[in-house]
């Protein structure tokens, strides 16, 4: 039987899901947002939602997302996508809200948005890219940033007597009484990235129910191939041998 | 002999040759090609075809969303 023989039209069993456009992406080679971005519209798609989501994107390398899954996208300033995404909830309940956030924005200037909205248990989705670098900017040194990882404003290793340590938002998330789910994935490998879909899916059906129960909060521990200075499965390996001890994957809450 | 058999088809001016569909193959069955695409860069493509056994692997992690996987059940 030959390739031809094969690729018909009923024998197909995976391809891209039509909500994600024919646009090219602009992300780098390998980059770990293109398979978040695969994974949300897949869910939108599985869960008939195209008509129903409302996504806020962030300031980051993830700010052009709204121009490659074809749903409703509001883009907010730096930091600011969760304050955005309560007032879209509160106006149009039957929505399915989410926002879309990198480290340097969720972590960094958006600290105070995103604890609040968590901590108001806002029936919101937070998506968290964490990459633990700023991408977009040219690499610089994130909050997120593992001690003693070199980025280009801390060239020699971050230094905790000077930079202090690495914070991991999503453990102070798990700590309030309105976060209701709190999750940390990653998508370097087929069965993490299923696992990670699973998670982004039981976010979604959290926000969707009628009842105010509380925030659902995903992290994706992820890569920067470009900003950390390695190939796309270099990266990948660093990050399972160092990110994953700072950032352990795993359910932190989930009620 | 294999239960399944599957195919891979590359859209090859998306691919950015990340090269972590070639990695991700539990089976060998991608490579990326001697030629580059209209931006440049080296395309994943079927190296190995009878190897192929559509468990979409590649799909999954492609961070382009580039790659369609095919299966047939053998009887």
Not at chain 1, 183 to 211: D, L
Not at chain 2, 11 to 24: M, S, Y
Not at chain 2, 34 to 53: F, L, S, T
Not at chain 2, 55 to 73: F, L, Q
Request: hydrophobic share 40%; proline share 4%.
């Amino acid at each position: 039987m030959t390739k031809e023989d094969i690729i018909k039209e009923e024998n197909l069993v995976y391809k891209k899901p039509t909500l994600l456009n024919d646009k090219t992406m602009h992300y780098c080679p390998g980059c770990s947002h293109g398979v978040v971005h695969k994974l949300i519209a897949e869910v939108i798609e599985e869960m008939g939602l195209q008509d129903k989501a409302i996504g806020i994107s962030p300031v980051g390398c993830a700010v052009f997302a709204y121009k490659y899954i074809d749903i409703d996208w509001q883009e907010a300033a730096h930091g600011r996508a969760p304050a955005m995404a309560t007032a879209i909830k509160r106006l149009l309940p039957d929505r399915l809200v989410f926002t879309y956030q990198g480290d340097g924005d969720l972590a960094a200037i958006g600290t105070a948005e995103t604890i609040h909205a968590c901590n108001r248990g806002e029936n919101i989705v937070v998506i968290f890219i964490n990459n633990a670098i700023y991408g977009m900017t040219g690499g610089q040194m994130a909050p997120t940033t593992l001690e003693g990882m070199k980025t280009s404003t801390c060239p020699y290793g971050r230094d905790v007597t000077l930079n202090g340590y690495h914070l991991p938002i999503t453990n102070l998330i798990a700590q309030l009484e309105g976060a209701r789910y709190v999750t940390r994935q990653s998508v370097h490998t087929a069965a993490a990235v299923r696992n990670a879909k699973k998670a982004i899916r039981k976010a979604f059906e959290n926000a969707m129910e009628p009842v105010k129960k509380g925030a659902s909060f995903v992290e994706i521990v992820s890569t920067c191939n470009s900003g950390w200075k390695m190939s796309p499965e270099d990266a990948n390996k660093w990050m399972t041998e160092n990110m994953f001890k700072a950032y352990p994957i795993g359910d932190l809450k989930n009620n | 002999m294999a239960k399944f058999k599957g195919a891979v088809e590359v859209n090859k001016d998306r691919c950015k040759g990340c090269n972590l569909c070639v990695v991700a193959c539990p089976l060998k069955v991608l490579e990326l090609s001697k030629q580059v695409n209209a931006k440049g860069y080296r395309y994943a493509q079927m190296a190995n075809e009878d190897a192929c056994i559509g468990c979409a692997s590649c799909g999954i992690v492609c961070p382009d969303g580039c790659i369609s996987v095919y299966k047939v059940t053998l009887n």
